[in-house]
């Protein structure tokens, strides 16, 4: 449905996105994760038509866009970070003004204007001006509003900064509708735990490039740990010993705790505890998690902070 394609932009000296290059199907959500300053909100401008790639392309239904082409970018809705509601006129008002400057009829803006609201649990707001209005309930007439014409494509910033978890957990239910009815949905976040939920695939940026991309389960592979046990032992553990232990990847002591990374619980956690056994080591707790998408985006970005 929506493929970018080698996109690059540069302000200056400065280049901001460099090769970027994905897909989003139809009845799929993808998550465009990266740290701050990697390039996401300029690619994001790109892909909805609002900034011009300096190199690259951004396709729909394989149509290229391409200077005005007002016809595609009206098949796409993009809810930004910042919210974009007129706060003196009522949600419904919001909705028909959006409607029109999308293009639709002018017979069916209220129709549509209603469904949007209907989705997005505003409904009974209608007449209600989003002066009034909760943090979540302007983020839901924010995504409302990126509705109202229908568009085949949603592109979705940051959707939930600043909501509660009920309105949270009500964006979700809107975003899981929207790909049941076949909508190609990209979706940037800072919370790991929202992609993990919803995104049928990731793509991570950094420095303007893309340096993963593919399935959460697929992402895990790639790395070389994949479960992270934490052991409370008696005594002093050699870890640098521990950590050359079949299946082992490494080890580490902390607050009077071992911390074991490994790839398989099944196959090397039995090896670990023998070793500790055999150590003089007596075990008291044992505490196991598969890594997430969080280790992956570290694993792949950093921990240095990003101003």
């Known amino acids: 449905m929506l493929q970018a394609a080698g996109l690059f932009k540069s302000y ?85 003004l959006f409607g029109a400057l999308y293009g639709v009829a002018r017979a069916q803006i209220p129709g549509a204007a209603m469904r949007a609201l209907a989705l997005v649990g505003l409904g009974d707001r209608a007449k209600d001006k989003p002066a009034t209005f909760s943090g979540g309930m302007k983020r839901r007439l924010n995504i409302a509003c990126a509705l109202v014409h229908d568009p085949d494509v949603l592109l979705l910033d940051e959707p939930t900064v ?92 902390a607050n009077g705790a071992v911390t074991v990374g490994i790839e398989d619980l099944a196959t090397a956690l039995p090896g670990v505890l023998a070793w500790l056994e055999a150590h003089g080591h007596v075990v008291h707790t044992i505490n196991s998690t598969e890594v997430g998408l969080e280790d992956i985006f570290l694993a792949l970005t950093g921990r240095q902070l990003r101003d």
């Open 12 to 96: 200056g000296a400065r280049e901001v996105v460099a090769d970027v290059g994905f897909m989003v199907n139809a009845g799929e959500i993808v998550g465009l994760l990266g740290p701050n300053g990697a390039g996401k909100t300029t690619t994001v401008a790109m892909l909805c038509g609002l900034l011009a790639p300096d190199r690259g392309s951004v396709t729909l239904d394989g149509e290229t866009m391409g200077g005005d082409a007002s016809a595609l970018k009206r098949r796409i809705g993009i809810a930004p970070q910042e919210l974009a509601l007129y706060e003196d006129l009522s949600a419904i008002g919001n909705l028909e």
């Open 162 to 253: 600043g909501v509660d978890p009920q309105s949270r957990n009500a964006i979700f239910d809107n975003i899981e509708s929207l790909r049941g009815r076949g909508k190609a949905l990209v979706y940037t976040t800072h919370y790991m735990e929202e992609a993990e939920r919803l995104c049928d695939r990731i793509v991570i940026i950094d420095h303007g490039k893309v340096i993963a991309s593919d399935t959460l389960q697929e992402l895990k592979k790639k790395l070389p740990v994949l479960n992270a046990v934490k052991l409370e032992v008696d005594g002093a553990v050699d870890t640098d010993a521990l950590a050359r232990e079949p299946g082992v990847r490494s080890a580490s002591t």
